[in-house]
């Protein structure tokens, strides 16, 4: 299982994006049980939303490889996961869960003994939440494929959306004009 530190993030995020994640940032602790959902198209800046509160809180950001995690074999998963969130917690990092709907997802219906396991690893999840002591950001195409019981959890619920070309322009439009001479 591998954990690879986010260094810089190449997305733009607009000005007020950012002043709100810097004042989200400074209302959660180091060592705070703090969860967050990012959701959103692709590639609407989420991971450079995380490097922004992980720079605001002056902590490192660890992105969560979720094909790592998972495991076909029964309890491996929760080992992982374990693991995960014990590193996560002596490093002080910030976990950052891309398509987290992978792990986080809605518990179906048992028919079969697939089914009773996948669902033992949401509820063993929804306990470790509980229990963690420190941050981790979820992203996510989609709330909708979240499960009920983790979105009550989450403490922000941040949605990006896409802005259409007409509303860009018309902001550009609108920006005041700033002289560049003296006078």
Known sequence: MKLKEVKAAGGKLTRSKQLLLQKMAKGIGKRSNCFVLFSGENRQGKMTAAAVMAKERDMNVFRVDTSSVVSKY???????????????????????????????GKRTTVKDSHDRYANMEINYLLKRMESFRGVAILATNSKSNIDPAFLRRFRFVVEFRKLKKRKVAARTARAPVIPLSGR
């Open 74 to 104: 029964i309890g491996e998963t929760e080992k992982n996961l374990r693991r995960l969130f014990d590193q996560a917690e002596r490093s002080g990092a910030i976990l950052f869960f891309d398509e987290a709907d992978a792990l986080f």
